[in-house]
């Protein structure tokens, strides 16, 4: 099985053109920032964005915050550098690095779910808390949850227009399936149609990802000594558990 992320390298500028940054984004972004404050037992003006892609979430979060943006891929940064200039970012790896500093909040969002074992899971949550200033909140949302999982579920989305380089049209087709529900990993497939004046190219992606269930992001993060808050997030289809866990002061 490749688990080379050609979306994180080579087709990382497919990116901005997978669910437009300034709509799509904002409103999550927006649900982010509120918890944040109602949860927060000190001021916040700093905020580590874990995972931070190509910097859409970055992009809805800085005008609340002083981002810093930490992500593995280099490709990836620089989209998040070229969307927000302004911001600073880190290449580094969830599971191990250490900034030298911490921060009033953290964002892990869409992207541990490429912690694909329980330690690497653990790993990540335990880097986000060493990050976090007593009294700070650590978000995290699960992409997938073991309760929320539909095997087999395919979802067919088209480039967002605006951000498309001209004549270029491309469509993501992306499938999850769990071909072992007793074990903590499922697959991702995913196809890009990728045209160019209407000349084809197909790409497609193979990852191996994480699955844990509630009841394992609960025993974690409660196990690093934090008051944790469980929440929704509910919008146009989308439903996910946000976590919003306060490092105790
Ligand atoms: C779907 S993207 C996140 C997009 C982001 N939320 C945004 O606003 O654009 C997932 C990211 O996780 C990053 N990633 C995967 N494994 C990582 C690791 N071990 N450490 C840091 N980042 C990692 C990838 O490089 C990728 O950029």
Known sequence: ??????????LAWLW???GDAQTEYAHYCQSVVDRIRRHAQRPVSTLLDIGCGGGKNVLNLKDDFEVTGLDLSPEMLAQARTLNPECR???GDMRTFRLDETFDAVLM?????????????????RTAHA???PGGVLIATPDVTTESFQQNS???TLAAARTSPPGVEVVFIENRYDPDPTDEQYEATIFYLIRDHGRLQIETDHW?????????WRHVLKGMGCE?????????GDDYVVFSSVKTP
């Open 1 to 10: 099985m490749d688990d080379r992320f050609k979306l994180y390298h080579e």
């Open 16 to 18: 901005p053109l997978w």
């Open 89 to 91: 970012f880190v290449q």
């Open 109 to 125: 969002d869409d992207a541990i779910s490429h912690m694909n074992s329980r330690a690497d899971f653990v790993a990540a949550l």
């Open 131 to 133: 990050h976090l200033r």
């Open 154 to 156: 395919t979802s067919v």
């Open 208 to 216: 191996t990802l994480g699955i844990f269930s509630l009841d394992t």
């Open 228 to 236: 944790l808050h469980e929440g929704r997030y509910s919008a146009s």
